[in-house]
Structure formats: C-alpha cells, structure tokens
C-alpha cells in the first residue's frame, strides 16, 4: 500500500473515505500477512493519532433499525400477492411448510412485532402508505404482503438493468470493497432506479418467475430458524431475499 511512511497522510485520507481499520487490515494482508485491525489501531496510534476513530463501529456504524413501513424506499411496491402459478401465495406455502412445518410457519407471519398491529389493524398511518388502505392484523395479510411485495420487486429487474449492475460491479469493484461514499451512492441510486422501475415487454424481467419463487421460498425457510430465538424482529425487517 502507497503512503505507509505517510501514517498522517493515510490516516485522514482514511476518514474521509470511510475505510475502515479492518478494511485497510484486509488491504494490506499480502505485505503483512496476519494483520487484524486491532494492530492497524495501534499503529496509527503510535504516531499520536485517534486509532480507534477508524474502528469499523466507530468509522461506519450499522444503520439503526427503523420500521419496515414508512421508512422502506419501496414503500410504493407493497401490495398483496395476486400472482398465479409458482408465485401464488399457495404455491410458495406449499414449498415452506414441507421444509418447515405448519407451525413455525404461522409463528414466522405473526403480525405480533409489527409497529402497530396491538389493536389488530394497520392503519393508513401505521402502514406509511396508502395504496391497501387498512388492513386486519393478520398472519394472512402479513403473508399475502410478504409474498406480493417482493414478487413485485423481483418482476422489476429487467435484463438490461441487471447487466448495468453488473459492469457497475465490475467497473468499481474496489470502491464497492472499501465502501467509498460517492460509489456507494452512485450504487444505491442504480439499485433503487432497477426495483422502482418496472421490467416491460421491451426489456423484460431478468428472472423468471420460477427463479423468483424459488428465491422467496429458500430466503423464507432460512428465516424460521430465527423463530423461537430472535422474538424482537418482525418478518419484514429480517427477510432478505435479492
């Protein structure tokens, strides 16, 4: 790595990058195989400087937790699931209850941590958007959600949108790596603008609709086995399927 006999030149080009200790450990392992972040600390450190200012805790804290409804950018796309086929809601239960049985699977879709739901409606305000007006409380809402939502982001994917994500990986696989913000901002935004924008005729979805409802049902049966452990999270802020 350039500028190692420049610790003060490193160490604020390091703040202002947002390259975290454990990052610049990783960066320089060929040269100093063995190296943890810890060492990096302590190394900055030993010239006079905040070492621990580049802790990835301290540097780049985790986002806070927020609801899953107001706050979701894809607010727009929740919608209840109206697809037939492989992504019907039957369809994509079938497939997660043989894996994990009937009552984890209920126990998963339980409304209870919902912001919300104690009075057994989501409101307009509860919900932070408009288009279902309210809706019961339900495990089968929850459900019927869960699957329509994210059916609809997988639909909007299109081919050539996917492969500007690709060379956007490949072009800046180094930004990406050290979490430079204005590629992570330039990435969120290309992300955002594929799922928001829906897939057409002309160019149509990347995934097939075997391929979505695959990746829904295996993201699902991973996230039962939190059921019983992790009480405080609710499905939505947990499932991660794309």
Same mark, same amino acid.
């Given at each position: 790595m350039a500028n190692l006999d420049k610790p003060v030149t490193l160490y604020y080009a390091a703040k202002q990058y947002?390259?975290?200790? !454990?990052? +610049?450990?990783?960066? *320089?392992q060929d040269r100093f195989p063995g190296v943890n972040a810890t060492q990096v600390e302590a190394f900055f450190s030993s010239y006079g400087l905040r070492?621990?200012? #580049? &802790?990835?805790a301290t540097l780049n804290p985790a986002p806070v937790v927020k609801s899953w409804q107001g706050d979701s950018k894809f607010k727009s796309l929740f919608s209840f699931n109206d697809n037939t086929g492989? +992504? $019907?809601?039957e369809s994509m239960?079938?497939?997660v209850v043989a894996k994990v049985g009937w009552d984890k699977y209920i126990q998963t879709f339980?409304?209870?941590?919902i912001p919300g739901a104690a009075?057994? *409606? +989501?409101? *307009?305000?509860?919900l932070g958007f408009s288009q279902l007006g309210d809706i019961a409380a339900t495990w089968q809402n929850m459900e019927s959600l869960l699957y329509g939502t994210i059916s609809k982001l997988g639909h $909007? #994917?299109?081919?050539?949108?996917? !492969?500007e994500i690709y060379d956007f990986t490949q072009n800046f696989d180094l930004g990406l790596q050290i979490k430079n913000p204005w590629v992570m901002a330039q990435f969120e935004k290309l992300m955002l603008d594929a799922l928001l924008d829906p897939a057409t005729e002309q160019d149509p979805p990347v995934l097939s609709d075997e391929e979505i409802a695959d990746a829904i049902s295996n993201a699902l049966i991973a996230q039962v086995s939190l059921v019983g452990i992790d009480?405080?999270? &609710? #499905?939505?802020?947990n499932l991660n399927v794309f």
């Open positions: 947002k390259i975290d200790s !454990q990052m +610049l450990a990783d960066i *320089v070492g621990k200012d #580049l &802790n990835a492989a +992504l $019907s809601t239960r079938d497939t339980s409304p209870k941590n009075d057994g *409606v +989501l409101s *307009v305000a509860d $909007s #994917l299109s081919r050539n949108e996917a !492969q009480t405080s999270q &609710n #499905l939505f802020n």
